[in-house]
């Protein structure tokens, strides 16, 4: 049987497609609230931008500075300073001062320069075995010792006698402080035995006799003090004191009062030395005692003066910077029994003319920044202005007075 064929491929057998159901979209309660809230935000937000505004405009300010035009003054006077008055007399050219003392010890050990040989010391024990009487041997009696050194008795000997024991004769003794005849340290021997140079040749010369125990000493150079060196001390003692009793005083000043030193007198109390001239010691302690004086003043009394004088010389018109106030000043006389000092002043200030600072405000209110800069530079009194709005930037002045700040005096 022949094959049908068909131009067109016959449909495929029809399946019934399975369809998801549909499933209708509800709004929940939370995409409600979020799109009411949007709602609101977008009515809040010109709100904020419009109270921000306002605001802003609230707090706006302006400061301007204002520099005006200057002269410097200069003048010259006299001022005394009294301890004897309470308070300031501006009138009469007197303010009150105040007398300080202090008193000031020093003390400093120094080295005697002075050298001297010194004669070597020492003790002999003399025996009498030649007689049971008593003798008195003169001062300066002479005993050599064995290795030839002579010394000499320092003072008169009493010679004991010798005692007879059993039929013979017991040997006294003595001991006698003797110096060497000449100085130097050949002296200082050792324990020797000693003869008497006056007994040489005669029995006499082995019954009395020496001997010492211990070494002869002392003998050689020693140091000295000298005249030279006690004055040294006090001169050098006295010209520090003079700077240590200064500084002393001055930081017992309080710091309101003005400390001069050319306003100063300091006085030796007293000066010693326990070492005298002449004393064999190598080394000294040197004292001085002073007292230091000054009459002072508080350094506000000064600038007041100086504010009140060169105001009483200016027109009434006319302020003082007193940031440039500057004062000279020079004791002529000062007399510390009476306690008067007379100062020479020379002072100079810069003045600057008054302006009435309402006023001004009144008339700038509402005018540009531009207007206002142009204003006050035009004015006589003026040389220079600088306008600033803060903290936000402003076309014209405020119209409420209080918030334009004026700065004035500006001097560089």
Not at 20 to 33: G, H, I, Q
Not at 44 to 49: M, N, R, T
Request: with cysteine.
């Amino acid at each position: 049987m022949a094959k049908k064929i068909f131009d067109i491929l016959p449909p495929a057998p029809f399946k019934e497609e399975k369809r998801l159901p549909l499933v209708k979209k509800v709004k929940t309660p939370e995409s409600f609230e979020k799109k009411k809230g949007r709602k609101v935000w977008l009515g809040v937000i010109p709100l904020i931008l419009i109270l921000a505004v306002g605001f802003c405009f609230k707090i706006s300010k302006v400061e301007i500075k204002i520099w005006p035009e200057t002269d410097t003054v200069t003048f010259k006077t006299k001022l005394t300073v009294d301890k004897t008055i309470e308070n300031p007399d501006f009138k009469n050219k007197i303010i009150p001062g105040e007398i300080f003392e202090a008193e000031k010890t020093v003390s400093e050990e120094f080295l005697a320069s002075g050298r001297v040989l010194k004669k070597a010391e020492g003790i002999i024990r003399l025996y009498n075995a030649f007689t049971t009487e008593s003798e008195t041997w003169k001062e300066g009696t002479r005993f050599v010792s064995s290795d030839g050194k002579l010394f000499l008795s320092k003072d008169k000997i009493p010679v004991p006698g010798a005692e007879i024991k059993n039929g013979k004769i017991v040997p006294s003794y003595i001991d006698v402080p003797v110096i060497a005849a000449e100085p130097g340290p050949d002296y200082n021997i050792s324990p020797s035995h000693f003869s008497i140079v006056a007994f040489r040749g005669t029995p006499r010369y082995t019954k009395f006799y020496g001997e010492s125990f211990q070494p002869m000493t002392g003998g050689g150079q020693v140091p000295q003090v000298k005249k030279e060196d006690l004055e040294n001390a006090e001169k050098i003692l006295t010209e520090r004191i003079k700077a240590e009793s200064e500084e002393n005083l001055k930081s017992k000043i309080p710091a309101e009062f003005v400390f001069l030193k050319d306003v100063l007198e300091t006085t030796i109390l007293e000066k010693f030395s326990l070492a005298k001239e002449g004393v064999e010691m190598e080394k000294f302690y040197f004292q001085v005692k002073a007292k230091s004086t000054t009459l002072s003043f508080k350094s506000k009394d000064l600038d007041n003066f100086a504010k009140e004088f060169i105001l009483s010389q200016i027109s009434e018109d006319k302020s003082i910077f007193q940031e440039s106030l500057k004062i000279d000043y020079f004791p002529e006389t000062i007399n510390f029994a009476l306690g008067k000092l007379s100062l020479s002043l020379n002072f100079s200030d810069q003045i600057y003319p008054e302006i009435d600072l309402i006023s001004l405000k009144k008339g700038l209110v509402g005018k540009s920044l531009a207007e206002t800069k142009i204003f006050l530079e035009n004015q006589p009194k003026i040389i220079r202005a600088e306008i600033r709005p803060f903290p936000f930037p402003l076309k014209s002045i405020p119209n409420d007075i209080d918030k334009i700040e004026i700065k004035y005096p500006i001097i560089d």
